[in-house]
């Protein structure tokens, strides 16, 4: 069996892979009630938000559900990106309404110094980024970001379907109004669903609104059935509500949400002391590293991929756009096995040699 260090679906250890592996029951049992009011209260807790949603569906659809229940196609959202899912961040918005897109290169992270001047000048109602720019393991400096967002009275939106729980979050703190994240990241577990978080004001903001223009994503709809009875409006990934559960159940065992930040801290210290004592280069800024993968220089990168693939069975990942042919990434997220990321870094050094 291989070994997968992909930045999302992850690695799944066999007690997450088993708790799938139940006598199915209907999506309005008490069973299933008891599972998802479990599900939507601890994510509130962990995340510090008002309320809390499941909706079955990729990290990509809770992105989508956020900018459907918050935007107006007659208002403007500013997105300040630093890659390829910073872009689909504003090319979805761009469905909904006038979206203000400002870029950096490739690699470099956004902190509020970069940031300012770009919120200053914007007339935008509603403010997005992404956490944890995936494409180039950048950790963008997003705390004081959303903090200043909010200051202006902005709408605030966080892609983190990469980040969280591998970067800390606390909603109120931050600033955040519409939060997202996918089961399939740092959480561990597989893919299949989106964690939604909201605010007071998130709340305020769509209930307020006489449309929504989506069915499936209309969050009074969820919230409605869920107030009344303690369901979703429509049949949920039932599977995999189960692996994350127990995804849950093992985060609170560890020592709960700040110890498994800690964890993804520590180990991503770890890993890029090791690459770059391989001689490889880090693609992102310095002070911008992501916690939960390691994105690296290589001249040869689809042939470093080949090498652990064939001979190790070792999967890592090219990076993105104008690094595909030399930039390579390494996931070190969820339910991680450490022994084994010391195996892959092992046959990571072994290829490098080689070539």
Same mark, same amino acid.
């Given at each position: 069996?291989?070994?997968?260090?992909?930045?999302?679906?992850?690695?799944?250890?066999?007690?997450?892979?088993?708790?799938?592996?139940?006598?199915? &029951?209907?999506?309005? !049992?008490?069973?299933?009630?008891?599972?998802?009011?479990?599900?939507?209260?601890?994510?509130?807790? %962990?995340?510090?938000?008002?309320?809390? %949603?499941?909706?079955?569906?990729?990290?990509?659809? +809770?992105?989508?559900?956020?900018?459907?229940?918050?935007?107006?196609?007659?208002?403007?959202?500013?997105?300040?990106?630093?890659?390829?899912?910073? @872009?689909?961040?504003?090319? =979805?918005?761009?469905?909904?309404? @006038?979206? *203000?897109?400002? !870029?950096?290169?490739?690699?470099?992270?956004?902190?509020?110094?970069?940031?300012?001047?770009?919120? /200053?000048?914007? /007339?935008?109602?509603?403010?997005?980024?992404? &956490?944890?720019?995936?494409?180039?393991?950048?950790?963008?400096?997003?705390?004081?970001?959303?903090?200043?967002?909010?200051?202006?009275?902005? #709408? =605030?939106?966080? *892609?983190?379907?990469?980040?969280?729980?591998?970067?800390?979050?606390?909603?109120?703190?931050?600033?955040? *109004?519409?939060?997202?994240?996918?089961?399939?990241?740092?959480?561990?577990?597989?893919? +299949?669903?989106?964690?939604? +978080?909201? !605010?007071?004001?998130?709340?305020?903001?769509?209930?307020?609104?006489?449309?929504?223009?989506?069915?499936?994503?209309?969050?009074?709809?969820?919230?409605?059935?869920?107030?009344?009875?303690?369901? !979703?409006?429509?049949?949920?990934?039932?599977?995999?509500?189960?692996?994350?559960?127990?995804? %849950?159940?093992?985060? /609170?065992?560890?020592?709960?949400?700040?110890?498994?930040? $800690?964890?993804?801290?520590?180990?991503?210290? %770890?890993?890029?002391?090791?690459?770059?004592?391989?001689?490889?280069?880090?693609?992102?800024?310095?002070?911008?590293?992501?916690?939960?993968?390691?994105?690296?220089?290589?001249?040869?990168?689809? /042939?470093?991929?080949?090498?652990?693939?064939?001979?190790?069975?070792?999967?890592?990942?090219?990076?993105?756009?104008?690094?595909? *042919?030399?930039?390579?990434?390494?996931?070190?997220? +969820?339910?991680?096995?450490?022994?084994?990321?010391?195996?892959?870094?092992?046959?990571? $050094?072994?290829?490098?040699?080689? #070539?």
């Amino acid at each position: 069996m291989g070994l997968l260090f992909a930045p999302g679906p992850v690695y799944v250890p066999e007690e997450i892979m088993l708790a799938q592996v139940q006598e199915m &029951y209907t999506h309005r !049992s008490a069973l299933f009630k008891a599972l998802y009011t479990d599900l939507c209260t601890r994510s509130a807790k %962990y995340l510090n938000a008002e309320e809390a %949603y499941l909706l079955t569906g990729s990290g990509t659809l +809770g992105i989508e559900a956020c900018i459907v229940n918050c935007c107006l196609p007659e208002e403007k959202m500013l997105v300040l990106s630093n890659g390829n899912f910073g @872009d689909l961040l504003a090319e =979805t918005a761009k469905v909904y309404t @006038d979206v *203000d897109n400002k !870029s950096i290169p490739a690699g470099k992270g956004w902190d509020i110094k970069k940031a300012k001047e770009h919120i /200053d000048a914007s /007339d935008a109602t509603v403010f997005g980024m992404v &956490y944890n720019e995936t494409g180039y393991g950048v950790r963008n400096h997003a705390k004081e970001i959303y903090q200043y967002a909010k200051k202006k009275g902005m #709408l =605030t939106i966080m *892609d983190s379907v990469s980040a969280w729980p591998s970067l800390p979050m606390d909603m109120k703190e931050f600033g955040v *109004d519409f939060f997202a994240t996918g089961c399939q990241k740092a959480i561990g577990a597989p893919p +299949g669903a989106a964690i939604l +978080g909201l !605010s007071k004001e998130a709340i305020a903001r769509f209930e307020g609104r006489d449309k929504i223009p989506s069915h499936y994503c209309n969050l009074n709809r969820h919230r409605k059935v869920y107030k009344e009875k303690g369901q !979703s409006p429509n049949t949920p990934a039932i599977t995999v509500f189960w692996a994350i559960q127990k995804c %849950y159940d093992r985060m /609170d065992k560890d020592g709960g949400v700040a110890a498994w930040v $800690e964890k993804h801290r520590v180990v991503s210290e %770890y890993v890029r002391g090791r690459i770059t004592g391989m001689g490889l280069e880090l693609l992102p800024e310095k002070g911008f590293e992501s916690w939960s993968l390691t994105a690296f220089k290589h001249s040869k990168a689809a /042939d470093v991929k080949k090498a652990l693939l064939e001979k190790y069975g070792i999967t890592i990942v090219g990076c993105k756009a104008e690094y595909k *042919d030399n930039g390579l990434r390494m996931a070190h997220m +969820g339910l991680f096995d450490r022994k084994n990321i010391e195996i892959g870094l092992d046959a990571l $050094e072994s290829v490098v040699k080689k #070539l």
